[in-house]
């Protein structure tokens, strides 16, 4: 079951009848579960980010060990892509200060659902390489559409509101991801981020190998500028045209402060 060699017909595949009802259950059940968590309180929402979180470390850790037992250096232990953000993303989500707190939210209502979305669009590694029972492709799935169900949720029940204003959350958490990605990907051979490599896209990656500078650049413009901006219209066009009951949960307190200052 662990094994990494399985008939290209095993494994889940893109863009099949198999993928496409994969798309269909990972994003509607992420929205049925998160306009389903309006009716709970706030603390009953911590508490599954909390529980979230726990599964979330807890299957790194066991993904890190696996990877160092099988010869992998740090950049195989450490690969930091973008959808790995969350990690640090929903440990400051769990922290009482509001501050650390809203950074966290930040990243996971925009890096959550981004990434998220993406994953289930774009070969990735995992669904395109294993079967849907396989671990790797287990662990892919859950931990994605638990990106995608968090940052619903946050939005949903309006623990946390995309504001203009938060965007310097955004960019402080990128940047000081990208710094350690650049240290990672200089010493180690890594490819965090995806500042070094275009991931198998041909035309990016001549892009990348001819001027890295300006690709490094444009990859970071687009997982900060694009990602939040992005989110923010899409986000911003829903709240005004579309209109759901009010949830039991209102902006918490922590947000709150935040928001004010």
């Not at 309180?41 to 099988?70: D, H, M, P, W």
């Amino acid at each position: 079951m662990i094994g990494d060699n399985f008939p290209q017909e095993h494994v889940i595949g893109f863009y099949n009848l198999g993928h496409f009802l994969l798309i269909l259950l990972y994003i509607v059940g992420a929205v049925i579960l998160a306009i389903n968590e309006r009716r709970h309180s706030k603390q009953y929402i911590e508490n599954v980010i909390r529980i979230c979180g726990a599964y979330i470390i807890i299957t790194e850790i066991i993904k890190i060990l696996v990877a160092y037992f099988n010869g992998g250096g740090v950049a195989a232990m450490f690969p930091l892509p973008y959808c790995g953000l969350f990690i640090p993303a929903i440990i400051l989500a769990m922290f009482k200060n509001p501050k650390v707190k809203h950074i966290g939210y930040t990243f996971i209502a925009i890096g959550g659902i981004v990434g998220g979305i993406f994953y289930i669009f774009i070969p990735n590694g995992s669904i395109d390489s294993y079967p849907i029972y396989h671990v790797k492709a287990i662990h892919g799935i859950s931990y994605h559409f638990i990106m995608v169900y968090l940052g619903l949720t946050l939005l949903t029940t309006g623990l946390y509101k995309i504001r203009t204003k938060n965007f310097i959350y955004y960019l402080g958490f990128m940047a000081v991801a990208t710094i350690i990605a650049l240290f990672n990907n200089h010493f180690f051979g890594a490819h965090s981020l995806f500042l070094n490599t275009a991931a198998g896209i041909d035309f990016l990656q001549k892009i990348c190998d001819k001027v890295p500078f300006i690709y490094a650049l444009g990859i970071f413009c687009a997982e900060t500028f694009l990602a939040f901006f992005g989110m923010f219209g899409i986000y911003s066009f829903i709240v005004k045209y579309i209109k759901l009951k009010k949830p039991s949960v209102t902006l918490s307190q922590d947000a709150q402060i935040v928001e004010n200052n």
